[in-house]
């Protein structure tokens, strides 16, 4: 015979009850647990009739759980109250996305960049060993996002209390609302900048970067390698046909696919050029301020060094600026006629 | 490419349940213009066609009386204490709206249907 099993069959029914009880608000306890209770009864007294006999363990049991258990019992009595309700739960997402891409994630970020580049952090840090490191980290993460979304619930819950006494989210004007926004419209003041930006770079860049030698100065000489001049008109090629696809934008401002793609051949051919000059050595020599020739060697090297260090920071920033150029051809790719302003807009392809 | 049928039966027992949630007050209350315990009414709804059941039926009674649409008094029936529901004066002229606008709905659908049948 099993632990819970009683003498008295009908007994289960009290055990029920008072488990659906325990769950009640305790004014309305006793009226409700009444009346399960009748009902429960008048059930059982239908089968028995039914059955001819009394109805024995088991087949109670099957009773009880049909009717459900007894915590969802209780519950269907109870208000249906939410500690963010529909109105707040969508911003409430929205916030929760915000934080954990301005916050947490920049925190991972920083920790990385701390301990691949910083010496004395890495030390400091790793006395107990990388595992240890990465667990000190881990739960030190933990503790700031039990903080940060704990911090932004309690406060769209006490939001929420606030809106269903008061509703003031139901005040709003269409009129407020944000412009109608085409994503693949490109802002004229965006492009402008873009043309000016690209000319500007590409004229400083031809005056102060075409010959190896950058800065002759008596107190100090700077002079870059040979392989320089592959750099010298790789991004001068790429500030020029951004300054001519920045000029095509601003006079057709809508994406096509053809433009699109072209920025993310820009982009990536830039990404994979500045990845290849931080790691070429591209400082051939540094002289000067009374440097001796050995000194001046160890400076060059040092910075060649520390220039090929900052090669993961500009890949995973190139990777990046590459995905979002890759999402725009296929927005572009994918886009739909939107009816703006009353009259269809179509996309551009 | 769309997923075609899959989770077709949980989706039909959802639109299915959200069909009858409002037509289940409009029979509730349209059953208590008799006096009834909710076991009895529970069986005469069944009867009808209507099977509800008592987690439903019940916190749905508690809620029509608190709204003044409903009355209900304990009373001893058959040696056992039972609690007895009808439809209360502003309950009567609810129901009398509410299966007016039953109808209007009623046969804005059938028009609908007919209009565009599967």
Known sequence: MSKTSSSDPMELIDRYLQAVAFWLPKSQQQDIIAELSEDL???????????????????????????????????????????????????YWFVIKVVALCYLLPWVLAWIGMMSFSSSYRAQHTSAGWLGAIGSAWSAWWFTTFIALGAVTILFAALEHVQAKSGFLENWNPRKLPPARNPNQIPRAGSVIEVVVNLMFGVWWIDVMSSPVILDRPEIRIVLSPVWRYFFWGFLLLALINAVVAGVNLARPCWTVVRASIRLATNGAASALFCWMLNAGALAQITGGGLSAARALEVTNAVNVGLAKTLPVVLATGVVIALLDARRIFRVKSAVPVQLKGKVSAAVV | MTNGTQGGPEILENLKLELRRGCLIVAVLAQLRTEQYGYTLRKALADDGLVIDEGTLYPLLRRLETQGLLVSQWREEDKRNKRFYRLSPAGEQILSQLLEEWQNINSSLSKIVEEAPL
């Open chain 1, 41 to 91: 009864h008048s059930q059982i007294e239908e089968k028995k009739i039914g059955l001819g006999r009394a109805l024995n363990e088991t087949e109670i049991e099957v009773v009880l759980k049909q009717r459900g258990r007894p915590v969802l019992v209780a519950n269907r009595y109870l208000p249906q109250r939410s500690l963010i309700g529909p109105v707040l739960l969508p911003i």
